[in-house]
């Protein structure tokens, strides 16, 4: 059964430092996104993304972080100058359609821990 | 604005016995989607079954069931026969147009 990947599963920086977190989304999916769970909370979203370009971010996709869908597989996450408080466990997402009946397929997650 | 209410932070159930998890969601859209995800200790989400806003029938996915009730706004989660690999965290989310909004979740014990 077709699921969505990322790497690392887990990784380890120094604040200041740029992190750049991978997903390659299910094949036949158009649709992407990216969320993140702050341990113990719940899980939100930040950013929605088709036809190679954000269609959708919430108030904590803010300038430091970006997406791109660099080839036709990978899609990534990029947070410019990790802070304390990004670390967090990232969900990359994917689904065929935008329609509400659509499922999002979730990856596995990169628990991310800023230092 | 769209949220979704989960007042059960935590459960202990007997193993074998059927579990309900409550939910509450408030939307003004006329089309939505009503979803319940599993994140087990590992961490990764695993979705469970989905309730459209149009959907007569409950869905219904082997041992889960969704009892979507639309005039109050709920869509609780039934498990009949618990096993001890349903201990989990329990998120309620709805799909609005482009993100998933979820709920704070129920950490769900199975007792052996």
């Known amino acids: 059964e077709p699921e969505v990947t990322q790497t690392p599963s887990h990784q380890v920086t120094q604040m200041g430092q740029e992190v750049i977190l991978r997903c390659v989304p299910i094949s036949n999916h158009l649709y992407f996104y990216w969320y993140r769970q702050i341990l113990g909370q719940k899980v939100e979203f930040l950013v929605s993304?088709?036809?190679?370009?954000?269609?959708?971010k919430s108030e904590i996709f803010d300038d430091q972080f970006s997406v791109e869908r660099p080839d036709g597989s990978n899609f990534t996450l990029k947070i410019r100058s990790t802070k304390l408080e990004d670390s967090a466990m990232y969900f990359c997402?994917?689904?065929?359609?935008?329609?509400?009946?659509?499922?999002?397929?979730f990856g596995p997650g990169t628990r991310l821990l800023v230092l | 604005a769209q949220k979704i209410t989960q007042t059960q932070p935590g459960m202990f159930v007997q193993e074998k016995e059927a579990v309900t998890l409550d939910c509450t969601y408030d939307?003004?859209?006329?089309?939505?989607?009503l979803f319940w995800y599993k994140q087990p200790s590992s961490g990764e989400m695993i979705f469970l079954i989905y309730q459209g806003s149009y959907d007569q029938q409950n869905a219904t996915e082997g041992r889960y069931s969704l009892n979507f009730q639309k005039a109050r706004k709920s869509a609780n989660l039934v498990i009949s026969a618990s096993q001890l690999g349903d201990s989990a965290m329990y998120f309620c989310?709805?799909?609005?147009?482009?993100?998933?909004?979820f709920g704070k979740g129920t950490r769900l014990h199975i007792l052996p």
């Open positions: 989310a709805m799909r609005a147009w482009d993100k998933i909004i």
């Open positions: 939307t003004s859209d006329p089309s939505y989607g």
């Open positions: 997402a994917s689904s065929r359609d935008r329609e509400s009946a659509e499922t999002q397929y």
């Open positions: 993304f088709y036809n190679n370009e954000i269609s959708e």
